[in-house]
C-alpha cells in the first residue's frame, strides 16, 4: 500500500502518516527524515544534499528523488510506505510516477487532510514552545498548568516565528500556489481522497482507516 499524505502546513497529516504507518506496519516516510539519515551515514547521496542545505538553497527535486527511490529499496519498503512531505509540485509528482511506473509500482491513495485557513492560523496562533527545553503545547489543546511556563523545566513559553499568524498565511499561499495543484492532479488519476481535518484526530484516523480498508 502506497500513499501519498497530503494537506496544508498545520493540518495534521504528519500525526495521521505516523498512525497510518503504526497500524498498516509500513514506514512513515519523511523527506526531512531521509536528508538527515543520508547526511547522518554519509552517503554519496547525502553529501549532495548537504552541499546544497549547507549554502541554504533548497534540495533539487532530481536529488531528493534519489533520495526518496533509494529509500524505497529497503526492505521495510516491501509492503508499501507513507510518503509526508513529497511530492510538493506537479513536476515532483510526475517524476515520481515516473520512477514508480520504471520498476512497475504506482501509487495507491493520495489522502488530502483538509483544513480550512482559519483554522489552521488559528490552531497553529496558539502554540507555544519553551525555551529552556524545547517542550511544546497548546494553548488549547494542550496547555500547561500555569500559563505561559513550561511543565517540564519551569521555563518561559514563547510563539515561534514559524507559527505567527503572518508567517502562517505567508505559508499557506505557498502551499496553495504549489501544493493544492496535486489535489487535482490526484483526483484525475482516481486516487485522491479526502477526508475533514477539523475533526477530532482519532476521528480523523478512523476516516482514513475506512477509505484504506481494515
Given at each position: 500500500?502506497?500513499?501519498?499524505?497530503l494537506?496544508?502546513?498545520?493540518?495534521?497529516?504528519?500525526?495521521?502518516?505516523?498512525?497510518?504507518?503504526?497500524?498498516?506496519?509500513?514506514?512513515?516516510?519523511?523527506?526531512?527524515?531521509?536528508?538527515?539519515?543520508?547526511?547522518?551515514?554519509?552517503?554519496?547521496?547525502?553529501?549532495?544534499?548537504?552541499?546544497y542545505?549547507?549554502?541554504?538553497?533548497l534540495?533539487?527535486?532530481?536529488?531528493?528523488?534519489?533520495l526518496?527511490?533509494?529509500?524505497?529499496?529497503?526492505?521495510?519498503?516491501?509492503?508499501?510506505?507513507?510518503l509526508?512531505?513529497?511530492?510538493?509540485?506537479?513536476p515532483?509528482?510526475?517524476?515520481l510516477?515516473?520512477?514508480l511506473k520504471?520498476?512497475?509500482?504506482?501509487?495507491?491513495?493520495?489522502i488530502?487532510?483538509?483544513?480550512?485557513?482559519e483554522n489552521?492560523v488559528?490552531?497553529?496562533g496558539?502554540?507555544?514552545?519553551c525555551?529552556?527545553?524545547?517542550?511544546?503545547?497548546?494553548?488549547?489543546?494542550s496547555?500547561?498548568?500555569?500559563?505561559?511556563?513550561?511543565?517540564?523545566c519551569?521555563?518561559?513559553?514563547i510563539?515561534?516565528?514559524?507559527?505567527?499568524?503572518?508567517t502562517?498565511?505567508?505559508r499557506?499561499?505557498?502551499?496553495?500556489?504549489?501544493?493544492?495543484?496535486?489535489?487535482?492532479?490526484?483526483?484525475e488519476?482516481g486516487?485522491l481522497?479526502?477526508?475533514d481535518?477539523?475533526?477530532?484526530?482519532?476521528?480523523?484516523f478512523n476516516?482514513i482507516?475506512?477509505?484504506l480498508?481494515?
Amino acid at each position: 500500500m502506497k500513499i501519498i499524505m497530503l494537506g496544508a502546513p498545520g493540518a495534521g497529516k504528519g500525526t495521521q502518516a505516523k498512525m497510518i504507518a503504526e497500524k498498516y506496519s509500513i514506514p512513515h516516510i519523511s523527506t526531512g527524515d531521509i536528508f538527515r539519515a543520508n547526511i547522518k551515514n554519509g552517503t554519496e547521496l547525502g553529501k549532495k544534499a548537504k552541499s546544497y542545505m549547507d549554502k541554504g538553497q533548497l534540495v533539487p527535486d532530481e536529488l531528493t528523488l534519489d533520495l526518496i527511490m533509494d529509500r524505497f529499496k529497503q526492505d521495510d519498503c516491501k509492503n508499501g510506505y507513507v510518503l509526508d512531505g513529497f511530492p510538493r509540485t506537479i513536476p515532483q509528482a510526475e517524476a515520481l510516477d515516473t520512477a514508480l511506473k520504471a520498476k512497475g509500482e504506482k501509487v495507491d491513495f493520495a489522502i488530502d487532510v483538509d483544513v480550512p485557513d482559519e483554522n489552521i492560523v488559528k490552531r497553529m496562533g496558539g502554540r507555544r514552545a519553551c525555551v529552556g527545553c524545547g517542550a511544546t503545547y497548546h494553548v488549547v489543546y494542550s496547555p500547561t498548568k500555569v500559563e505561559g511556563v513550561c511543565d517540564k523545566c519551569g521555563e518561559e513559553l514563547i510563539v515561534r516565528d514559524d507559527d505567527k499568524p503572518e508567517t502562517v498565511l505567508n505559508r499557506l499561499e505557498v502551499y496553495h500556489n504549489q501544493t493544492q495543484p496535486l489535489i487535482d492532479y490526484y483526483n484525475e488519476q482516481g486516487i485522491l481522497k479526502s477526508v475533514d481535518g477539523t475533526v477530532d484526530m482519532k476521528d480523523v484516523f478512523n476516516a482514513i482507516v475506512d477509505i484504506l480498508g481494515a
